[in-house]
């Protein structure tokens, strides 16, 4: 069975096709076309039309990639939310066409879960606690009978937008967030900032705030003032272990709470070195496996090929006024039906 995937929920326009032959599962192309803007962050409707214009582009060379013909692909997937409404409403107007002019079988997939399965499958796991870190979602799940069960969550803004934010401010690039991480390797003061977890929840968007303030403020020493301000690297350096210790904190919450033997983190902010190193290190104190699923952390079509595959198999169909797209598209209101 040969499964394509359509990803399109915010920066990337990702193709993903799949081959399951008799249960071993194999990639055949990983196309991504990213949107990057010449200033500032996303504009939802710029995003849009550079994935309008890369759609056909990425389809195509997909399958010139995996060697196979539109006319061979068995399955078509796409990502339904959550996400950008106009990026989301593309992807899904590309996924559509093919599956109505084709007459290929389409499913929408849910855009975080597509997150958690491609993790579980290349990383063989069982039933992992789950650190789901990207641009607009900040989830700590563990799956419970049929639904991934949301036991914290960020309560303002994800962490990936955080990083984004704050680079924004300080003048970096967008995405930010790979920016910030090579900064903070050369920090050397750590400047308070806000701490805020409540429970097993935490809250971003005081850290951020108060991040960008530090940019003019002047340092202190023996409550004199230096003629020098913080520094970007010392400012990044803080920001980032600040988050992440929080992040940590109520993971290892969870873990304890939830007894799990397994840990994964997911997501594009699950592409931090430095993230990686601390719930490695966390994990090790509690006796857990630790997971990332290296190369398919950012948004990819395989992930969208492979939840589509699995929700297939498990006899889920959709019918096409059901593929509508679902911009706030709840990660515990998905029902798994699948092992």
Not at 52 to 80: H, W
Not at 212 to 241: A, G, H, P, V, W
């Amino acid at each position: 069975m040969n499964v394509l995937g359509i990803e399109g929920t915010a920066h990337t326009f990702g193709v993903g096709i799949i081959n399951d032959s008799e249960g071993e599962l194999k990639i055949l192309a990983d196309v991504r076309k990213v949107y990057s803007p010449a200033e500032g962050g996303i504009n939802p409707y710029f995003a849009a039309e550079f994935m309008a214009e890369n759609a056909d582009i990425a389809i195509k060379e997909a399958l010139k990639i995996s060697g196979l013909d539109i006319k061979e692909i068995n399955l078509l997937a796409f990502s339904q939310g959550p996400g950008l409404g106009p990026t989301l409403r593309t992807a899904a107007t590309s996924a559509r066409t093919l599956s109505l002019y084709h007459n290929i079988p389409l499913l929408g997939v849910n855009h975080c879960i597509a997150h958690i399965e491609i993790g579980i499958e290349r990383e063989h796991m069982k039933n992992p606690l789950i650190v789901y870190a990207s641009g607009g979602n900040t989830q700590i799940l563990i799956r419970r009978e049929n639904f991934y069960r949301i036991f914290g969550e960020t309560m303002d803004i994800g962490m990936g937008n955080m990083l984004d934010k704050f680079g924004r401010e300080m003048g970096l690039k967008h995405p930010a967030g790979p920016k910030v991480e090579e900064l903070a390797k050369n920090g050397k003061n750590f400047i308070e900032l806000p701490y805020t977890v409540k429970g097993a929840n935490l809250c971003l968007s005081g850290l951020l705030t108060s991040a960008i303030r530090k940019k003019d403020d002047k340092m202190k020493k023996d409550d004199k003032i230096l003629n020098k301000t913080f520094t970007l690297e010392d400012l990044c350096y803080s920001l980032q272990e600040t988050a992440f210790s929080m992040l940590v904190e109520v993971s290892e919450r969870a873990l304890a709470h939830l007894n799990a033997k397994e840990l994964l983190l997911t997501g594009g902010v699950g592409n931090n070195k430095r993230l990686q190193e601390m719930l490695m290190l966390m994990a090790k104190e509690h006796n857990v496996k630790f997971f990332v699923p290296t190369n398919y952390c950012s948004d990819n079509g395989v992930m969208i090929a492979l939840t589509g595959l699995k929700m297939f198999k498990a006899n889920i169909r959709q019918k096409f006024e059901e593929t509508k797209v679902k911009q706030r598209f709840r990660t515990d209101k998905v029902e798994i039906l699948w092992d």
